[in-house]
Every structure is written in C-alpha cells, then in structure tokens.
C-alpha cells in the first residue's frame, strides 16, 4: 500500500479559527478516510460552516493544521481533486446550467462530456438550457451541487447540499452520495436535519465550536441509549452542560 493510501483523506489537528473578535472554533482535532460518507450534524451557527471554509482553504485560521489528500488547505494541487459546495449559490443567474457547467468545466480542466454527467446526477438534464435566474432555489442548489461533481473530485465538501430539496431527490442524492463513496470518493455533508444523520456512515455532532460525538449512527445510538439522532443530540447536550 502506498504511502498515499495511508493518509487520512481529511487531517485537522488543533485547528483554531476567530471570525469578527469571536472564538468560533477554539481547538477541532480529527481524520476522515477516505470513501465515506461523514455528517457533519449541529445546529446553525455551531460553527459547520467555519469548518467546512477551513477544509477548502478560503477561511482564515488562527493556528492549527487543516490538509486534504496530504496537501495543506486551498493548495493549488487540490483545485481540480477537491468538490466544494457552499450555502450561497456561486453560479451565474444570467446563464443556463449547462453554460454555467460548461464554464466551470473550462476553469478546472474538466472533459467537455462531464457536464452532460453531473446534469444526469443531479436530476437536472430536463432543465440543462434554462437560465439559472429563472430557477427554483432547489433547481439552483442542484445545479451548484453539479459544479462541485465536475471532474470526480476525490473529496467532496457539502455544506447543507439538500436544504429545501423535496423527499424524493433528497434521498436520490444520498444515494449519489454513497455511490460516489463507494467509488472511493470522500464525502463531508453538513446539516442541520437530525433526521439525515442515518443516512451517513459516520457521524461528527457538532455544537459551540466542538464535537459533542464522533461515531457511526448505531455507536452513537448504543451510547447514548436514545432512539434516534436527535434524542441523542439532545442528551450529549445535557450531559456537556452538567459537566
């Protein structure tokens, strides 16, 4: 086995991060493998966003270590392995998705052929010459979705990805999820919906900054003795606060 193939695909250590005078992060440490699928699970404002911008390299940090792949955050050798999708919405209103992928496929050196792909994955080849101003939230989150799927990045960064999506596609795109996972792509998606966290093959809680837990859905089930997710959330909650 190659020395690659031992490192973690995400390595934080003593990660610190200030935003406007306030400690949001005060000290993250933790790896992720690679080809899973981790939640990244709290309630807003806890700090997920801060952590997945650190992971992409576009937020300042105090102190600590953030690498992907073995390659320090935001490295220009992770430009074209790494898929980022943020809250906001970074395509073009004044363009269709397929420009809009074609344009993003242009910049990160992406064959011509993967728009036609990730339009197939996130549902969206029946909307593929539709101006993006003209689209649903949930069509332009899906089409934000496929600009972060150009060029099978092998880690992927999904902050909230299937907020305001309907049932059905939300659970198709937790199918693309795994699927990609089992192709060995690393996938860190972020939510606020408890009720998501099954879905996942491990589980970062998250609250204040900190992780309340680190585990698989069962683990975390069989260690707090609750019934689902958000039961336990609440009772790590209860316990932190006691101690």
Known sequence: MSVAAQCPAIHVAGLHVVRGGTVVIP????????????????????????????????????????????????????????????????????????????YFANILGAPGTDVDRVLEQVDMVRHADALVGRMSGGQVARVSLATALLG????????????????????????????????????????????????????????EGRFLADDSPEGLLARTGQRDVEAAFLALTDEAAAS
Not at 73 to 84: D, E, K, N, T
Not at 154 to 177: A, I, S
Not at 181 to 186: I, N, Q, Y
Request: aromatic share 4%.
């Open 152 to 207: 099978g990045p092998e880690v992927m960064v999904l902050d909230e990805p299937t907020v305001g999506l309907d049932p059905v596609l939300r659970r198709d795109l937790w199918m693309l999820f795994h699927r990609l996972a089992d192709g060995g792509t690393t996938v860190l998606v972020s939510s606020h919906v408890m009720e998501e966290a099954s879905r996942c093959d491990r589980l970062l809680l998250m609250r």
């Open 27 to 102: 000290d993250l440490s933790f790896e992720v493998p690679a080809g899973q699928v981790t939640g990244l699970l709290g309630p807003s404002g806890c700090g997920k966003s801060t952590l997945m911008r650190s992971l992409v390299g576009v937020q300042i940090v105090a102190s600590g270590t953030v690498e992907v792949l073995g390659e320090p955050a935001g490295s220009v050798a992770l430009r074209s392995r790494l898929g980022y999708m943020g809250q906001n919405d970074a395509v073009y209103v004044d363009l269709t998705a397929r420009e809009n992928l074609a």
